[in-house]
């Protein structure tokens, strides 16, 4: 999905939600790249494992 105008807010979210009724939706800055939240999380269970 990009990021234009029309895919966000809350319109854009009811209706992701009413067509699929069993997705979780999740937040994700539109500044930063998904890759660098993949990234941050993946840094996070490798310290946690290392502990």
Do not use: C, Y
Not at 29 to 35: F, I, N
């Amino acid at each position: 999905m990009s990021v234009a105008t029309p895919h966000r807010g809350k319109a854009a979210v009811d209706r992701l939600a009413a067509r699929f009724p069993n997705a979780v939706m999740v937040h994700t800055p539109v500044h930063a790249s998904w890759l660098n939240q993949v990234e941050i999380f993946f840094s996070i269970v490798q310290r946690k494992d290392s502990e």
